[in-house]
């Protein structure tokens, strides 16, 4: 089990990680961050990101629901965004995000580490 900042620290640690924040899905304001130079913002432009995402996805299926979504990832020319969304017992909907230098980065990798460190998280 882990906490807040031991999961951003083990984020951090994922080869490639450049900044990595937590924000409160349901605000859309940063819980926590590491590396991110304008928390505030980055937590309101990652949340519309992920709720464009759940809507599209529901828009777009045969009964107009949306999957529960594991992870999204956006692909830019210099990095990845890997948002990863948990639900919390306490802190109800948070996602993490992780953003990766492209050349750095093994995205595979940090997809696995990611679930493995929010699972340690949410079982805090």
Known sequence: MIG?????SEAMSIPGALDAILV???SGMAV??????????????LTEAFRATLDGIALSSADGTAARIEDVIITTDTSYHLIRPMEMMFDGPLLICLRLDLERSNLALARRRLRTITHQ???H
């Open 24 to 26: 409160d899905h349901t």
């Open 32 to 45: 926590a961050g590491e590396g991110v130079p304008d928390p505030a913002r980055s937590a309101v432009g």
């Open 121 to 123: 998280l949410i079982a």
């Open 4 to 8: 807040i900042e031991d999961c951003l």
